[in-house]
């Protein structure tokens, strides 16, 4: 089993800065795949930023050069950094990890409990 511990959601005025973690830990060999996805009232689940074990990065492209997601490797925590926030990010943010627990063993997929950030006018 994998447990997922996001934390730094809050409330911020727009334009203003938060930044998400979302530390894993259990049985993993290895994080293949890390992932913030947002859902907001009434919107279906969306994909925010995206970061592989190789260091590709993939952002919706309502956050492009505003939000950055990276990782602390020792830590098996991933980051999104927040900045010049919108009223339209106020969503639940959902950390995402594909991971295998062995060498050559199957995906599992784990989602975080969510944490609410909401961007005030």
């Known amino acids: 089993q994998v447990q997922l511990v996001e934390s730094g959601g809050g409330l911020v005025q727009a334009g203003g800065s938060l930044t998400l973690s979302c530390a894993a830990s259990?049985?993993?060999?290895?994080?293949?795949?890390w992932a913030w996805y947002r859902q907001a009232p009434g919107k279906q689940r969306e994909l925010v930023a995206k970061?592989?074990?190789?260091?590709?990065?993939n952002y919706a492209d309502s956050v492009k050069g505003r939000f950055t997601i990276s990782r602390d490797n020792a830590k098996n925590t991933v980051y999104l950094q927040m900045n010049s926030l919108k009223p339209e990010d106020t969503a639940v943010y959902y950390c995402?990890?594909?991971?295998?627990?062995?060498?050559?063993?199957?995906?599992?997929?784990?989602w975080g409990q969510g944490t609410q950030v909401t961007v005030s006018s």
């Open positions: 970061l592989t074990s190789s260091g590709n990065t």
């Open positions: 995402n990890v594909i991971i295998i627990t062995s060498v050559g063993g199957p995906l599992y997929q784990y």
């Open positions: 259990g049985s993993i060999f290895s994080i293949n795949v």
